[in-house]
């Protein structure tokens, strides 16, 4: 009678802290890119603005967008707003820095009035925060803004559009966008 042999292949020892040393080389890598790319990222052009639902935006940091900046998880853009906005709504929790002229955000219905030099603080609520901004100065008003993605993301923000601005509108002949129709809010004079 025949014997049988049967060969069985040796798994490997396990390589210790593994783990460990894979979070350790991508700590290295994310402290290198903060090092080895530029610190200055040159002001956005007026040819790179682009014409969405919001209005009319200039990217500064996103990371779908570039791939070359050090701080990846920042949203930061400059919004030209030349009458009326879109209107939005998430969680909240972003800054904007009015960079020049005047006019007032609304936020879940309530008006605020800002100037140039202002700070505009979108304050983090469960049930969200719906805002619209509308320029007042002749040749429109343009704020900075600045989301950090981690808390975005870590309060599951949502991002629905509740009206569409009106020269995107104009400029695809749409009237709707994703449920949201044109804005129709008019300006109103100062308060301040």
């Not at 798994?11 to 790319?37: C, H, S, W």
């Not at 990217?59 to 919004?79: G, K, S």
């Not at 007032?104 to 008006?111: A, D, E, M, S, W």
């Amino acid at each position: 009678m025949a014997e049988q042999v049967r060969t069985r292949t040796r798994e490997g020892e396990p390589n210790p802290g593994e783990k460990y040393m894979g979070i350790y080389g991508d700590r290295e890598k994310f402290v290198e890119r903060q090092t080895a790319l530029p610190l200055v990222v040159k002001a956005v052009k007026p040819s790179e603005y682009e014409l969405c639902p919001q209005g009319l935006i200039g990217w500064y940091l996103h990371p779908q967008i570039f791939n070359d900046r050090c701080l990846e998880e920042w949203w930061v853009f400059i919004h030209d707003i030349r009458g009326v906005s879109g209107r939005h709504r998430h969680q909240g929790g972003l800054v904007l820095f009015i960079i020049d002229g005047h006019g007032y955000t609304t936020v879940n219905g309530v008006r605020y009035d800002w100037k140039k030099g202002d700070l505009v603080l979108l304050p983090l609520l469960p049930e969200g925060c719906e805002h619209q901004h509308f320029a007042l100065s002749p040749g429109g008003a343009k704020w900075l803004a600045f989301i950090h993605r981690p808390t975005f993301n870590e309060v599951g923000s949502e991002l629905v559009q509740t009206a569409i601005d009106p020269e995107w509108a104009a400029e695809y002949n749409v009237s709707t966008w994703k449920g949201a129709t044109v804005a129709s809010e008019a300006l109103t004079p100062s308060r301040r």
